[in-house]
Each structure stands twice: as structure tokens, then as C-alpha cells.
């Protein structure tokens, strides 16, 4: 069961309290599909890059299942560009530069070999482009899932609420969850947000977890306590990456699978912060999933007698 | 299997976005008392009150197995008085006015009918103070537990640590565990925390839930997402309450049965806020919490096939 994951290929420069990194490699659909390849392949990436993307990242990519048909490569531009610096928090930041360079461009464009998929990933990128690729999809996936930023409600609020009523997934963070409702109760705000089309809202919240809503249940997945995090870069994009692959592998897109997904997405967060980039994601085996999961299990299980 | 509860009973004048109370009860020992007794009777209250504290809210206590035994009663001054505002978040607030009246002449003693009983909460106070109870019992009590604030780590560290040094379990919040350690990571603070003496660490992190830390051991409780949080002012005594109350009630002090006793207090806490004051504590039913720990038990129970 093959995923479409669309979404920023680009060079990232990260100060955290940690270190510093100069361009490295990151992008929405760089961490998604990383992320997604542990559950199931072929990842159907669907990005635009310039002449400086390298070579040898497509090359891993491609060796972990990742398809690289969708993604332009533009001869004589640049592939974007993100600084930002991170407060000890780490759960906020203030950007530096953001150099569009090819993004400036995107298009994106289906190919006809990605249109048996039956996953659809729509990573933050401007809503018109996101509403572009649903019309393209020949056959209405079995789920889409919508990832937007507070840049895009702020400025094309219309064509937001447009795609959002497409989608059966719309996954944001706490502070856009409470921007795009004007309520600052999340219970509320999704209350709102799932009156507006979606199925399904998960309310990312970074080291304090995940929730999931869906008619009137809500599941929480925690974040695991982490020693350290290195650089939380990419953090959503991986539990995305995670999340979708799990459903697509399992082929079950019940609001029970849904949850299990979650911690498997949350799984997959905690090893992208533990290095700087995807690096980590790289790294780590079946084995270390399997383990990462586990220690989700142990650390929300209880026994309850009743009162 | 009886609990000592220490701490303040006062008034609180409160301020949130959603109205203002004028000089309600309130106090670390009140709400305790109030989690507590649904678990187990009777709680033996060590506090000090002015004339002015209801004789109605001492019935009503009494009536709910709290004994007021180890309550000085002063007759010529006033009770404790605290006004705070909170901020939108609900998890940040400014402290308007405090009163220290009879606070300032506390000095706990325990009756001797209390020293059988085998569980004491110590509510933040002076350390002193909290130190001086820990030695007049005569004989160590099964569990103790301490909790603090940032106004005894900068002021008393010296005292505080000696006192953090003889109990079994410390709770704080989780800018007090960072101010602690001087360790930004709530994991590494945990670290350096558990080498100094407690068995047991609980981080609060208000609307984001709680972390119980024992040796290489965590387990995190989530908070229950609500429509609207009222009132802040008394969850975490409230939690503490509910938390030494099912200890007590379960006479098992394992690491198994705190992280359902940590359910117990989220559980008591999620109703404490939905009104002003203590208010919510005095209506709800065994009936109430068992439906509500049971939302606790949905909100994070999934299932898991490993990858």
C-alpha cells in the first residue's frame, strides 16, 4: 500500500542550544517519506529541488523505497533554504532566513504512476498547491491527511477552509488549532475544526504529546521524556511520516488504528530530535522501533480498580 | 489507613477569564482533605485558621472524616489570605495580594491521636516546618510526601534540601524541578532529584499532565482535555489529595500502584477546575469519579502490533 508524501526538499541551518549545523538536508517530505519507508514502500515523493540538492540523498532515498519521480529538478536554481534558531524551550523558535529560491516555483504534478496510491500526505505548503493535488488524484485516496502552518491562516484563509473540507486528516499544532478556531479551549477548537470537514484532527503539541479527535472520543499520546533534544526539526513531519505509514501498512483507517499510528508517529519523533536533521532517522532498526514503542506502552500502562 | 494532611487553610480571592471569586475557601489542607476523604476516612487536618474561617466549612469537612484536631484555631486574628489573577493560559498567574495573618505564627503540632497514621502529605509551607512535623513523628510513617515551591528553593535551600532529603516522595511542578537541578531537561532534573534522598519523583505539568519518575522507571499521566478550565487554584493539593488518598485506601505504596494512584489525583484535579474553588469536590459521587477515571483509561489505552 504505497503513500504520497508531499512536501518541502531543502537545506536546513539549525542553531539549538546544543550546537550549530549549516545546510543540512531537511524538508517536510525528506522527513515524512524517512519516517514513512520503516512501515512500507514505495513512498511516492512529490517535491521540487534545485541544482544544488545532493545526489547521494537521492541515492539513499531512493534505496529505502522512496520514488523520486515527482520531484523537479530544477537545473539552474537554488533548492529552498530555512534558518532558525531555536530557544532553550525548544519548543519555539524564531526563523532567520527563509530563501524560497525553487519553492518560488512548485508545481506540483502527479505523475501517473503514483495514482494507485491510496495514502496522501499533504505536507504545509500554500493551501492552493495542496487543493491542486486532491483535483489531481484521478481516485479519491482512502486518506488524506493535511499538515498547514499559521502563515497560510493568517494569509489565504479562503483557500485554507477550502482544503481543509477536502481532507479527512487535518494535523496541526496547539497555537494554529487555537488560531484557526478563535477558541482557546482545545476541546472546543476541535469541536469547530471537525464541523468545518475533517474527519479527524490531531493536535500536535511537541514534547507534551499528541491528541487525536474524532466525533466525540479523544485519545492522547504522550511524548517520550527525552534526556536531551537535539533539534526538534522535522519532529512533525516525522510523527506525520509515521503515523500514515503505519495506517497505510496496516490498511486499517479506524479511529482504534488511528491511535495505535499515533504512538507510532510519536515513536518515530523521538529518534528525529535525537540528532540534529534526519540523520537519526536513518540510523535506527526495526528493532529500535520495536523497542521505542515499547517504552510508549510501559509509560502510559496502568492497572484501575474502580473506587 | 489514615493520612495527615499539612498545609494551609485560607481564603483566595480569584481572578480568571471566565469570572472573579471573592474571598473563598481555599488552602493546600483543604483541598487535600476534600481529594483524600473520597478515597479513605478519616484525614487529620494539621493547620492554623483565624476567627474567620466558616464554623460551616468546618462541619462540612468533619462531615467528609476530616479530623480538625490538629487545626489551631486563632482567636484574635485572621486566616491566611491570597489573591491571584491567572492569564489566558490558565497555566501561568500573577500573585495580587498575600496575606500571611495566622500563617505567620504557624507552627504544626500533631496530636497524638494522628500518630498511628501511616501516610503524611506535607503541603508547601516553611520547610522548617515541614521538617519539624517529619521529627515529631514517633514513628516514620509508611509513606511521606513533600511538595514546594519556587519561594522555599530560592529562600531556605539549605533547609529545603535537608527536608527533601527525608521523604519518600516529592512533587513538584516542572519549573520548580528545573530551578531544583538547574537542569533544563525534566528527565536529567529527575536524575539529580532522585540522588537526593526521595524515592519517588511526580512532575506536574498542570494542563500537560504529570510524570512519575523511580529509579530508570517513567510513567506519564495526561490531564483530561476540558471545554473550559474555570479554575486552576487547588489542583495540584487536589491531585496530591486524590494521589495519597488511593495509597492510602490501597495500603500499596508500589511503583505498579502509584502510577494508578497518579490517575486517581489527575482524575480528582480534572474536577477541582471545573469550578471556583473547591466547590466541585464537595458534589461529585463515587459514581462520578469511577466514570471519569474510566475517561482517563479511554484517553490513552491502545493497542499495539509491534512493526
Known sequence: MSVIAVGSMAFDTIETPFGKVDRIVGGAATYAAYAASNFVQPILAVSIV??????QEMVELRRRGV????VEIVPNKKSFFWSGKYHMDMNTRDTLITDLNVMADFNPVIPDSYQDAEFLMLGNT???????VLRQMKRKPRLTILDTMNFWIESTPDDLRQTISMVDVLMVNDAEAR?????????????????MGPKFLIVKKGEHGALLFHENHVF???????EEVFDPTGAGDTFAGGFIGYLAKTKDISFENMK???????AMASFCVEKFGPQRLKEITTKDIDTRVQQFVELVQ??????
Not at 520514488?67 to 515527482?70: A, D, K, N, R, T
Not at 500554500?126 to 491542486?132: G, H, I, T
Open 67 to 70: 520514488s523520486l519521480e515527482g
Open 126 to 132: 500554500v493551501p492552493a498547491l495542496q487543493m491542486s
Open 50 to 55: 534545485g541544482n544544488d540538492f545532493p545526489e
Open 302 to 307: 496502568f492497572d484501575i480498580d474502580l473506587v
Open 179 to 195: 488560531q484557526l478556531t478563535g477558541e482557546y479551549s482545545i476541546v472546543k477548537a476541535s469541536h469547530k475544526i471537525l464541523h
Open 220 to 226: 492522547f499520546a504522550p511524548a517520550l521524556p527525552l
Open 260 to 266: 495505535t499510528a499515533i504512538i507510532m508517529g510519536s
